[in-house]
């Protein structure tokens, strides 16, 4: 069986329900466009990123780059950019495999101190004249690895004999 109803006539609450939906919607003047505000919350993840880095003292990348952005390798082929990538989180074959094999760590053999990048890079007087022929004096991680990597990085590497270890 059906009844018809009469609409909302009658109703108060629907009679004002009825008078709301009439009126015309307000206007929102501060509109603003979706790519400013992805924008703007991608400013604020940057900034809150940047202060989680920064509590991080012991991250051996801090030395590399102590800002959060993107490193980019320029104009280097797949193997180079792989190669630069390993130098710049320190994890290469040469330094790490012993981890897969579950060896003893490797030690440099002028030094007898652990090998690890950096000292490969910056410390160690076995290679103190190819790193002065392709670097020059005073070289540091960040000059060797950072944003624009040393134009001589690779050829430091082939030279020294372990661009193919990395």
Same mark, same amino acid.
């Given at each position: ?16 329900? %009825? ?9 929102? %003047?501060? +509109? ?29 990348? /801090? ?10 390798? &320029?104009?280097?082929?797949?193997? /180079? ?16 495999? +012993? =981890? =897969? ?12 101190? =652990? =090998? &690890? ?9 076995? +290679? %103190? ?20 990597? /040393?134009?001589?990085?690779?050829? +430091?590497? /082939? %030279? ?7």
């Amino acid at each position: 069986m059906f009844c018809w109803i009469p609409g909302h006539s009658g109703i108060i609450g629907n009679e004002m329900a %009825d008078k709301a939906a009439r009126r015309p919607a307000t206007v929102v %003047d501060n +509109f603003v466009p979706l790519c400013d505000a992805l924008q703007a919350v991608k400013n604020q993840l940057t900034k809150k990123w940047q202060r989680t880095w920064e509590e991080q003292n012991q991250n051996k990348l /801090h030395e590399i780059q102590p800002m959060v952005k993107p490193l980019k390798n &320029y104009a280097l082929n797949r193997k /180079h950019s792989i190669v630069l990538n390993r130098l710049r989180i320190g994890h290469t074959r040469l330094t790490h495999k +012993f =981890l =897969l094999f579950s060896e003893p760590p490797p030690t440099c053999t002028r030094c007898q101190c =652990l =090998l &690890y990048v950096k000292h490969i890079l910056v410390h160690c007087p076995s +290679f %103190d004249i190819p790193r002065r022929k392709h670097f020059g004096r005073n070289i540091c991680l960040k000059d060797l690895l950072g944003a624009t990597p /040393h134009p001589n990085l690779l050829h +430091f590497l /082939h %030279d020294i004999g372990i661009y193919e270890h990395i």
